[in-house]
């Protein structure tokens, strides 16, 4: 059987979450894909071949904002792939949104960044965290450039005090799981070349490659970064 890599936010195609589904269902994981609308990741899953004996992947959806929820769906999850260990786990969950200056700021807008970015990764984080106790595996989440110290909030500080969060997150759990041999880190990327980011802001932007944010997420739940933990690796 191979090892078991439970991937957030994979639902609309063109997106982040399809480059990674692809890149690690070649590299012969076995995959639990996970999105809101279970439409939407089941018909990820069937873009996907094994490419391996053992290899299975699976479709599975939930509001991850929401902790019960979350557990019954990591559950599932493992009782879907008959395993109690998860290699990695990452969060791709999450959403953009412009908010402007403060004073202009609508309040549901600033709570939903909260919600679809950070709420998700705390679920996500706590419901899997036994498996990948087991499994002595690691997390990496995505953050956001805008969060990093040379990075520019300006009109964004929902979207980047919600990735702010995240990153501190990601470091709270690599410090408290450590003696548990599990790792967390981060990706805190600019634009990614995404089918949204393109309609929104065209060709002419400076993006990042989704294959190479693949590249980057797979270094980090590989062996050779074993001794790599509490990490930002920035994009741009």
Known sequence: MSSLLVLTGIGRPGQLGEALARHFAAAGFSLALIARKLTDVEARAAELQPVRDGQRITAHAADLADPAATQALADDVLSAHATTRVHAVVCVAGGFGATGPLDEADP??????????????????????PA??????????????????????????????????????????ALDEKLHGVRANAVAPTAIRTATNLADMGEKSNYVERESVADVVAFLISPAARNVTGQVITLS
Not at 148 to 167: D, E, H, N, W
């Open 108 to 129: 549901d807008g600033w709570h939903q960044q909260f919600a679809i970015n950070l709420d998700t990764a705390f679920a996500t984080t706590r419901a899997f965290l």
């Open 132 to 173: 990948l106790r087991e499994a002595g595996g690691s997390l990496v989440y995505f953050g956001s450039a805008a969060a990093t110290p040379s990075g520019s909030p300006k009109g964004l500080a929902a979207y980047a005090a919600a990735k702010s969060g995240v990153l501190t997150l990601m470091r709270a759990v």
